[in-house]
């Protein structure tokens, strides 16, 4: 094989190394996006909570 042979083959090798950690970056953003909007749920609830104990208060 030639060197440009294996340039090719370096290029191929480099370009799916980069594209697989951007496909596990993806993902990993989506579980993070997933856990994120369960933690804004939860926090919207505890404050209806809150509201709502408050305005037993009154």
Do not use: F, H, P
């Amino acid at each position: 094989m030639s060197g440009s042979t294996y340039l090719v083959i370096a290029y191929i090798i480099m370009w799916a190394g980069v594209l697989a950690y951007l496909g596990w970056i993806a993902l990993r953003m989506r579980g993070v996006r997933t856990e994120l909007e369960s933690v804004r749920e939860l926090v919207r609830e505890r404050e209806q909570a809150a509201n709502a104990g408050r305005a037993g208060d009154e």
